[in-house]
């Protein structure tokens, strides 16, 4: 059984910084992809980040120098560094996981997916 938590949601002023954890267990695929989506109001769930089990990454141009996805394979835990953040990254981020489908952001090839944290940005 696939389970993923996330922490490290919080509410900060445009301009800081938080860090998401996504613990994960339960898998044992050689290869997979994870990322971080977020979805927020009245709005879609959109791909914000992705890494594969060789470390490549992909991210959604609104974040792009900005956000930073990666792993520790030793602690099964996905990370997202959020620096420069704008009150346009208010969401609820979720972290999710698939074995196949190559490196994307399209949320409805993902597999199994977390709760979600919430991220607020004050301006």
């Known amino acids: 059984q696939v389970q993923l938590v996330e922490s490290g949601g919080g509410s900060v002023q445009a301009g800081g910084s938080l860090r998401l954890s996504c613990a994960a267990s339960?898998?044992?695929?050689?290869?997979?992809?994870m990322g971080w989506f977020r979805q927020a109001p009245g709005k879609e769930r959109e791909g914000v980040a992705a890494i594969d089990s060789d470390g490549r990454t992909s991210y959604t141009d609104s974040v792009k120098g900005r956000f930073t996805i990666s792993q520790d394979n030793a602690k099964n835990t996905l990370y997202l560094q959020m620096n420069s953040l704008k009150p346009e990254d208010t969401a609820n981020y979720y972290c999710?996981?698939?074995?196949?489908?190559?490196?994307?952001?399209?949320?409805?090839?993902?597999?199994?997916w977390g709760q979600g944290t919430q991220v607020t940005v004050s301006s």
């Open positions: 999710a996981t698939k074995p196949r489908h190559g490196l994307c952001l399209r949320p409805n090839l993902y597999d199994y």
């Open positions: 339960g898998y044992t695929y050689n290869n997979y992809y």
